[in-house]
């Protein structure tokens, strides 16, 4: 997943579908080439005088159309690949989570700088949208290091299909402070969110000590559970955020105060807990370069898959991130997930498909 990684994640799944018109490349420059065509000829040529002239004609430009099923393909591959950051984040043993977040903003930091020297967008961003910038950098970093801290405390697969309840929190803080009305569907798949939640934690008060069926302590499942409601939560408000700014932001300025913030807040944090280390194995320094490579690999594919495909079919194909974290964990961990765990992510994975099926029919009306 994206650490809205997602990052994102977790992070930019629906950040880019708010951000990112349905209309192809070009589409709004036609009409423009049309008039003008017909301004330069209105009708007849002024050396045979007929109409149409067969000579002067202009070839009708051909627009190739992208693969069928090109988008959706994308969509499936950045799944794929934040799920397999999701499980080298749980792979590294020596290294704190806010400190593979740090290390992730370094490497992300090396790539967007380039960019927003070369597409002359400065580092500030408009002052009206400067105090919105901060907050999502401040946010969105924060959700980054609970989802990490989560995936490193709990299983691959729990973490990874609460971080997917993140639709339902949007929901609910659009309504609060964009207006957004509130339906009885959206309050329907919050109930099947926190049905599917209930069934993952199993709290022993509601099912009894006698079904946890975890390998770590209960304790240590529960802080990795509040961590990926953590992630959940500030994902969603970093997604309000966006929508809040629309289009009047660069892309890739909004990354920039994303991982500048996230290594100034992942520095302040580690030096509070006195977390900072270099890793010691050489494996985990891998496991970190991969990280970064299959963080930004993801978000670049999902970005693309976004611009060539309908919000609603890739909403659905980020759900994808689950199947794979299920398979991750059962391959690389040896770790069956439990019925109640499959149970818990049914729930979740049908509350955020209804959600991006609405939202689609709604948009193509």
């Given at each position: 997943?994206?650490?809205?990684?997602?990052?994102?994640?977790?992070?930019?799944?629906?950040?880019?579908l708010a951000l990112t018109d349905d209309a192809p490349p070009g589409a709004s420059e036609e009409p423009a080439a049309a008039e003008a065509a017909e301004t330069a000829a209105p009708g007849?040529?002024?050396?045979?005088?007929?109409?149409?002239?067969?000579?002067?004609?202009?070839?009708?430009?051909?627009?190739?159309?992208?693969?069928?099923?090109?988008?959706?393909?994308?969509?499936?591959?950045?799944?794929?690949?934040?799920?397999?950051?999701?499980?080298?984040?749980?792979?590294?043993?020596?290294?704190?989570?806010?400190?593979?977040?740090?290390?992730?903003?370094?490497?992300?930091?090396?790539?967007?700088?380039?960019?927003?020297?070369?597409?002359?967008?400065?580092?500030?961003?408009?002052?009206?949208?400067?105090?919105?910038?901060?907050?999502?950098?401040?946010?969105?970093?924060?959700?980054?290091?609970?989802?990490?801290?989560?995936?490193?405390?709990?299983?691959?697969?729990?973490?990874?299909?609460?971080?997917?309840?993140?639709?339902?929190?949007?929901?609910?803080?659009?309504?609060?402070?964009?207006?957004?009305?509130?339906?009885?569907?959206?309050?329907?798949?919050?109930?099947?969110?926190?049905?599917?939640?209930?069934?993952?934690?199993?709290?022993?008060?509601?099912?009894?000590?006698?079904?946890?069926?975890?390998?770590?302590?209960?304790?240590?499942?529960?802080?990795?559970?509040?961590?990926?409601?953590?992630?959940?939560?500030?994902?969603?408000?970093?997604?309000?955020?966006?929508?809040?700014?629309?289009?009047?932001?660069?892309?890739?300025?909004?990354?920039?105060?994303?991982?500048?913030?996230?290594?100034?807040?992942?520095?302040?944090?580690?030096?509070?807990?006195?977390?900072?280390?270099?890793?010691?194995?050489?494996?985990?320094?891998?496991?970190?370069?991969?990280?970064?490579?299959?963080?930004?690999?993801?978000?670049?594919?999902?970005?693309?898959?976004?611009?060539?495909?309908?919000?609603?079919?890739?909403?659905?194909?980020?759900?994808?991130?689950?199947?794979?974290?299920?398979?991750?964990?059962?391959?690389?961990?040896?770790?069956?997930?439990?019925?109640?765990?499959?149970?818990?992510?049914?729930?979740?994975?049908?509350?955020?498909?209804?959600?991006?099926?609405?939202?689609?029919?709604?948009?193509?009306?």
């Open positions: 997943m994206r650490p809205l990684d997602g990052t994102g994640a977790a992070e930019l799944p629906e950040a880019g007849r040529c002024w050396l045979c005088r007929s109409s149409p002239c067969g000579s002067c004609a202009q070839p009708e430009a051909k627009k190739k159309a992208p693969c069928p099923g090109l988008g959706l393909f994308y969509t499936l591959f950045s799944a794929f690949l934040f799920a397999l950051a999701s499980s080298l984040v749980k792979k590294v043993e020596d290294v704190h989570a806010v400190e593979i977040s740090a290390f992730r903003c370094v490497f992300q930091m090396i790539v967007v700088i380039p960019c927003l020297i070369y597409r002359k967008s400065g580092f500030l961003g408009p002052k009206g949208q400067r105090i919105f910038l901060v907050l999502r950098g401040f946010l969105g970093s924060a959700s980054m290091m609970f989802a990490y801290y989560a995936f490193q405390t709990t299983s691959l697969a729990d973490a990874t299909v609460i971080s997917f309840t993140c639709p339902v929190f949007t929901s609910i803080f659009a309504c609060i402070f964009l207006k957004e009305k509130y339906s009885p569907w959206d309050a329907l798949f919050t109930a099947f969110t926190i049905v599917g939640v209930i069934l993952i934690v199993r709290p022993p008060f509601l099912f009894g000590s006698d079904t946890m069926e975890i390998n770590e302590s209960y304790s240590v499942h529960l802080k990795g559970t509040f961590a990926a409601i953590g992630h959940a939560v500030f994902a969603a408000m970093t997604l309000v955020i966006l929508r809040k700014m629309g289009k009047s932001v660069d892309y890739f300025l909004s990354i920039w105060y994303y991982v500048a913030l996230g290594l100034i807040e992942g520095i302040i944090v580690l030096f509070i807990l006195g977390e900072w280390s270099l890793p010691y194995c050489g494996l985990d320094r891998l496991y970190l370069i991969l990280i970064g490579l299959f963080g930004l690999g993801g978000q670049v594919f999902l970005t693309k898959g976004i611009q060539i495909e309908k919000a609603g079919p890739v909403a659905i194909m980020r759900t994808m991130d689950v199947v794979f974290a299920f398979i991750f964990q059962i391959i690389f961990f040896n770790d069956v997930p439990t019925w109640w765990t499959v149970g818990g992510a049914l729930c979740v994975v049908a509350s955020s498909t209804g959600a991006a099926i609405r939202k689609w029919c709604q948009s193509s009306k």
